[in-house]
């Protein structure tokens, strides 16, 4: 591959989105790192890249806000070029809860992340990618969850009900941008290894519902890496609209 081709994985500071971001520079990605807090975190991945020899920014964008996520892609224009491939990996749970205790408050802050932003990110690669606008098409892919499929009751239905509509989301813009050369799927992790279930207030999560995993473990980011970087190669290039289930038999 080319060493000119650009892409943004947003929360990529640590778990999958970092597991992503190393992988693609190891596949000749230029990389934009994106964090929201965890700075130290984002900083280590792209020293960690250019360790390798590959290219790799840091740019901190919360894509809960708007005009943060269009600045990150303006960053990301000036200092890597013109994005090819955008992997909408941000995402935010909560403490676990069942649906009755649940604020309205709490929902709209996991929407506004999850479905909001992730929405808004694809925006601005659309604008980017499509030829209409200058552009070369190019991969979009949404890390969804095996929770929309499953529901998390609970746990937590509302990150469930944000991944539900990540996943029509993908299928949806997928129809219509397929004919501007953008390709949009999604990858959906089962129990991971990351420090998110700490969010949800139980970091052994994984090891407690290993027992219920066909495969009797729980998966590592590198794996759910492998697939979200072949949804952006050019071996999908037939492949839109469509899901990958990183999550051992579930």
Same mark, same amino acid.
């Given at each position: 591959?080319?060493?000119?081709?650009?892409?943004?994985?947003?929360?990529?500071? /640590? $778990?999958?989105?970092?597991?992503?971001?190393?992988?693609?520079?190891?596949? +000749? #990605?230029?990389?934009?790192?994106?964090?929201?807090?965890?700075?130290?975190?984002?900083?280590?991945?792209? @020293?960690?890249? %250019?360790?390798?020899?590959?290219?790799?920014?840091?740019?901190?964008?919360?894509?809960?806000?708007?005009?943060?996520?269009?600045?990150?892609?303006?960053?990301?224009?000036?200092?890597? $070029?013109?994005?090819?491939?955008?992997?909408?990996?941000?995402?935010?749970?909560?403490?676990?809860?069942?649906?009755?205790?649940?604020?309205?408050?709490?929902?709209? @802050?996991?929407?506004?992340?999850?479905?909001?932003?992730?929405?808004?990110?694809? @925006?601005?690669?659309? @604008? /980017?990618?499509?030829?209409?606008?200058?552009? %070369?098409?190019?991969?979009?892919?949404?890390?969804?969850?095996?929770?929309?499929?499953?529901?998390?009751? +609970?746990? #937590?239905?509302? #990150?469930?009900?944000?991944?539900?509509?990540?996943?029509?989301?993908?299928?949806?813009?997928?129809?219509?941008?397929?004919?501007? $050369?953008?390709?949009?799927?999604?990858?959906?992790? +089962?129990?991971?290894?990351?420090?998110?279930?700490?969010?949800?207030?139980?970091?052994?999560?994984?090891?407690?519902?290993?027992?219920?995993?066909?495969?009797?473990? +729980?998966?590592?980011?590198?794996?759910?890496?492998?697939?979200?970087?072949?949804?952006?190669?050019?071996?999908?290039? #037939?492949?839109?609209?469509?899901?990958?289930?990183?999550?051992? $038999?579930?």
């Amino acid at each position: 591959m080319s060493q000119d081709k650009v892409m943004i994985v947003t929360g990529a500071s /640590r $778990g999958i989105g970092a597991a992503v971001a190393r992988l693609a520079a190891q596949r +000749g #990605y230029a990389v934009c790192v994106n964090y929201r807090q965890r700075r130290d975190a984002a900083d280590e991945v792209v @020293r960690a890249i %250019r360790g390798e020899g590959g290219r790799a920014i840091a740019v901190g964008a919360d894509v809960a806000d708007e005009a943060q996520i269009v600045q990150l892609f303006q960053a990301v224009d000036r200092e890597l $070029g013109r994005v090819d491939a955008l992997v909408n990996n941000a995402g935010v749970l909560d403490t676990q809860m069942r649906v009755e205790d649940m604020d309205a408050a709490r929902v709209s @802050r996991i929407l506004v992340t999850n479905v909001v932003g992730a929405l808004v990110c694809c @925006r601005e690669a659309v @604008r /980017r990618m499509a030829p209409r606008h200058g552009g %070369r098409g190019g991969a979009i892919v949404n890390v969804s969850s095996m929770a929309a499929r499953l529901g998390s009751p +609970g746990e #937590y239905v509302d #990150y469930a009900a944000s991944k539900g509509a990540l996943d029509t989301l993908t299928i949806g813009l997928s129809k219509e941008v397929a004919g501007d $050369g953008i390709r949009v799927n999604a990858v959906r992790p +089962g129990a991971i290894y990351t420090e998110m279930h700490a969010s949800g207030g139980e970091p052994g999560r994984v090891d407690r519902v290993a027992g219920s995993i066909p495969m009797q473990r +729980g998966g590592t980011a590198q794996e759910v890496a492998a697939a979200v970087l072949w949804f952006a190669s050019d071996e999908a290039s #037939y492949t839109t609209g469509s899901f990958i289930d990183v999550s051992g $038999g579930r």
